[in-house]
């Protein structure tokens, strides 16, 4: 979860060849942003075609089972890997929600704030709270609110009503996003392995679980291109000590996943602008922006993105 007050008030270098790149991007991926309606143009027509072609997955969850462990911190042993999936979605949403909502609650959100890309990041983390809700929803089951575990709840909390200056919680931000990077595409990957046997439902998971993927990818690159060498070793450090701790917090994403396989996923190398090539149409790379080639480059991808509701 990003907010304006991560990334400025400003002080920082003029803008960038890059950055001026990823603005681009931005108008070009997500169109006109309305922060009074919490809308991005294109990411509507986006969800449009999402709602046009509804799905709906054949197995049946059981609803009260479900409510009963989404309302709680730890879920019962019993539960299959199928509803701990759908639970640890869930629970993303509700962390997701309570940092969107927390930060527009106290006028932290900065949807009203200078920066084009600060006004984007903030809709487009109000969008990734509906998506995973959209998810949830495949299986007819709604999205109750409740805080996160602790530690999430601090870091949010954190990020949101710091004192300090963007420099010092830039770090703690990046660490944030590669971590959520590394936790949506586990999630997406296992909700593939557990609902293949239906391919819509699988498909339907994929779409939308990489909308956020590729949105996050582009957040860390964000922070890395306004942080320095310094900047960029704290948030390597931070992610080290972290992002194991925040992650082994949600006993169903480790059973999920399993305990191995998470931590292995987070000790990996984290080349950002291999895993932004994973998505060449909905992501932006800092490493490699090109500057005016970039229009071109999201056009090609809407085309490719509306075949995903032919």
Known sequence: MTTHADFGPRGFA????????????LAERDGEPDPYRDTLSRREDFFAGIEARPVRSERRLDRDVYLRNVL????????????TWVIATAKANQAERFGVELARL????GAEGNEPESVHIVLQESYHTRILADVVGLFGLPVPQRPPPFTTSAMIHLMVFSPFPPRLTLPLVGMSERLGCVLFRLMRDRGLELFGAEPAVAE???????????????????VRERLGAFGRRSMEQLYRRLAPRVALQSPETVRVIGRE????????????????????DTAY????????????RIGS???RRDQDFA
Request: hydrophobic share 40%; charged share 30%; aromatic share 8%.
């Open 301 to 303: 991808a809407r085309g």
């Open 14 to 25: 003029p803008v960038s060849d890059a950055m001026q790149g990823y603005r681009r991007f």
């Open 204 to 222: 339907r998971i994929r779409l939308l679980y990489d909308e956020i993927l590729a949105d996050e990818l582009c957040h860390v690159g964000l």
């Open 261 to 280: 396989r998470l931590l292995a996923a987070l000790a990996e190398p984290f080349d950002l602008s291999a895993r932004v090539a994973e998505f060449p």
């Open 106 to 109: 106290y006028g932290r959100d």
């Open 72 to 83: 709680r911190h730890g879920i019962e042993a019993e539960l299959d890997d199928e509803m």
């Open 285 to 296: 790379d800092f490493g490699n922006a090109t500057g005016a080639d970039e229009p071109a």
